[in-house]
């Protein structure tokens, strides 16, 4: 069994494709984009949180 959260839910994806034989069961919890529509976009998406105008200020 292969666990990924976030960025290594990422990585849970590539490794369970390179070593397929390996993996019984995947579980990905908060990863990125799986669909090539939303991949194309989500580094703007990003970027754009990370501006002024994006950000979210907690106190």
């Known amino acids: 069994m292969l666990i990924g959260c976030s960025w290594g839910a990422m990585l849970s994806l590539i490794i369970a494709a390179h070593c397929s ?10 990863g990125g984009p799986l669909e090539q ?8 998406v990003r970027l754009s949180r990370l501006s002024d105008e994006g950000a979210t200020v907690c106190y």
């Open 21 to 30: 034989s390996l993996i019984k069961k995947l579980i990905l919890i908060g």
């Open 37 to 44: 529509d939303y991949a194309k976009t989500i580094g703007q």
